[in-house]
């Protein structure tokens, strides 16, 4: 049996890849069970001329499967679409756990690093 490996991606549109790398920020509640990860794109693909359709949520895809989020907002600079900011929300630990995995899959395959401030 052959296992395809699937190169983590993040997608505003299902099966189109976004090459815009996000500032990704993460909050956690005290007790650590909670928090959000806040993706930040500036000038994203998916708000190019080129794109149709509306953007209805983010998808986080990888090997492991997909996690979703319709929590998406975009920025606006000189009335024209700058930037687009979407959250991603765990309840759990296990979920945090699931975010990470990801993050950490989607950092190597995209050559980042982690920094905290």
Known sequence: MSSSKINPAI???EGVDETAIP???LTRSKDGKTGQA???FQKPDALSE??????????????EGALKT???KARF???EPSAIEATYTWK?????????RFAERYAKKNGLGYSSK
């Open 38 to 40: 806040i993706f930040v």
């Open 23 to 25: 500032e990704i920020r």
């Open 92 to 100: 759990t630990e296990s979920d945090f756990e699931r975010f990470m």
């Open 50 to 63: 080129a794109t149709t359709g509306d953007i209805t949520g983010m998808t986080l895809i990888d090997d």
């Open 11 to 13: 997608q505003f549109y």
């Open 70 to 72: 319709r929590e998406v």
């Open 77 to 79: 600079l000189n009335g």
